[in-house]
């Protein structure tokens, strides 16, 4: 009964890594740039929208693979 648990879960964890796409890969770093952009500059509401657009980002690419990579993705209001 342990080993097929343990396989069971290995299995699931697998799974679950294999669930970024390549389009959120480049989501991510085209998150990241925005964020970086956004940390360097010294105007607070240019640093706030390029933080918005790096959620927005994220979240569009978590919702093209029909929500499977959505479980930490910020919200945009």
Same mark, same amino acid.
């Given at each position: 009964?342990?080993?097929?648990? &343990? ?8 799974? &679950? ?10 989501? =991510? ?5 925005? =964020? ?7 105007? =607070? ?33």
């Amino acid at each position: 009964m342990r080993p097929t648990l &343990v396989l069971l879960a290995a299995a699931a964890a697998l799974s &679950v890594a294999a669930c970024e796409s390549k389009a959120d890969k480049v989501a =991510e770093k085209q998150a990241d740039a925005l =964020e970086a952009q956004a940390a360097a500059t010294p105007n =607070e509401a240019q640093e706030t929208a390029l933080n918005r657009e790096a959620d927005k980002v994220e979240q569009q690419a978590g919702n093209a693979d029909g929500g499977a990579t959505t479980a930490n993705t910020p919200t945009t209001k």
